[in-house]
């Protein structure tokens, strides 16, 4: 087996963390493994740095760049992979051109809805779509046959460290951390328009958010206008999230849309914190509500109000063991084991 992964995103984010994982996992099983990264790229950036392993940049000028699909081509001739991972659509497009020659897999990622088009032109010749929920599943299912469930992962020993406990610019009673992106989806003015209610309640309590885009400034000026500000610490994108989870109270996952299989729930599990989530349908795969986290009504930040209040006022108590117990089924550890049984059960068909 020799697997070519294939990831064009710019940004350091969750997707990008997971297909560098498999592809380390698939190495520490002396599984052959070669990654490709866009060289515009953060990853790439992180992975020169890093001195990784088997890794490679190139340059991404478009899905339908001769430049970019010659490169390739020069590196499939290469290497010789069995199997092409794609890890987001446009490398799906680039990936799936091999198809004679390899097995491709695709990693579906979010839940928003394929385009016809795309249905029947870049997504026809995959061998296995691998959806990181069930919830995104159900809708793959509805376009495609070869659909499979792999949840994306936590590595549970990113957080079995020495913490450094003066992460925090302001530190108060009770910390309430945010990690994400400030997009329209990741609902972090629901976030702030609950806490300015809390703050009306409780001394000395400080939102942490950690994340950073489009929406920073506005959620600044929301801040602001609510009277709040001197209550919120805005970090902006951070490599030790680690240390803010592990300072933190309770973690809080407000998304409205487009939540594939959130790694900041677990994440904050991870970590062992009561995780605070909006009941999107692929939220509810991890948190069972009361059991090992806590839910409230998507984009209702009255709802999310109440919920923590309840947990702040331990009218909700959960147990820690629940919590770890849940977690562990995500373990990076698992995922590949799962990763490496699909692969050798689809290439040998």
């Known amino acids: 087996m020799r697997v070519l992964h294939i990831d064009t995103g710019l940004e350091w984010r969750g997707g990008q963390r997971q297909a560098l994982t498999l592809h380390k996992g698939l190495l520490s099983h002396n599984i052959e493994s070669l990654f490709l990264g866009n060289q515009a790229g953060e990853l790439h950036q992180l992975c020169k740095n890093n001195h990784e392993e088997k890794y490679a940049g190139f ?12 490169e390739i081509q020069n590196i499939v001739k290469e290497f010789k992979p069995t199997i092409i991972h794609c890890h987001d659509s446009h490398s799906a497009k680039l990936g799936s051109r091999f198809h004679k020659s390899c097995t491709i897999f695709h990693t579906r990622r979010v839940s928003y809805p394929i385009k016809f088009l795309s249905r029947y032109f870049k997504y026809k010749n995959i061998d296995a779509h691998v959806c990181v929920s069930e919830d995104i599943r159900n809708y793959m299912k509805q376009h495609f046959s070869n659909t499979f469930t792999i949840h994306s992962c936590v590595d549970i020993k990113r957080f079995d460290r020495v913490v450094n406990k003066t992460i925090f610019d302001k530190n108060g009673d009770i910390n309430i951390v945010y990690v994400g992106a ?93 995780v605070i989530t909006s009941d999107l349908t692929a939220n509810k795969e991890l948190i069972d509500d009361g059991i090992n986290g806590v839910m409230f009504k998507t984009g209702d930040s009255n709802a999310l109000t109440m919920s923590l209040t309840k947990v702040i006022n331990k009218e909700i108590v959960i147990d820690h063991q629940k919590i770890k117990e849940k977690v562990s089924l995500f373990d990076c550890s698992n995922t590949i084991e799962q990763y490496i049984t699909l692969y050798k059960k689809i290439s040998n068909k």
């Open 59 to 70: 340059a991404f000028n478009g899905e339908l760049s001769l430049t970019t699909h010659h």
């Open 182 to 274: 400030f997009s329209n989806q990741k609902g972090v003015d629901v976030l702030i328009k609950a806490f300015s209610n809390l703050a009306k309640k409780y001394n000395n309590i400080v939102l942490h958010l950690i994340g950073n885009g489009e929406l920073l400034q506005p959620m600044k000026t929301l801040a602001k206008a609510l009277e709040i500000d001197h209550n919120i610490v805005f970090y902006g994108a951070r490599k030790d999230v680690e240390d803010f989870y592990l300072n933190s109270d309770y973690v809080v996952c407000p998304s409205v849309s487009g939540e594939g299989s959130s790694g900041v729930i677990k994440e904050g599990m991870a970590a062992g914190k009561i």
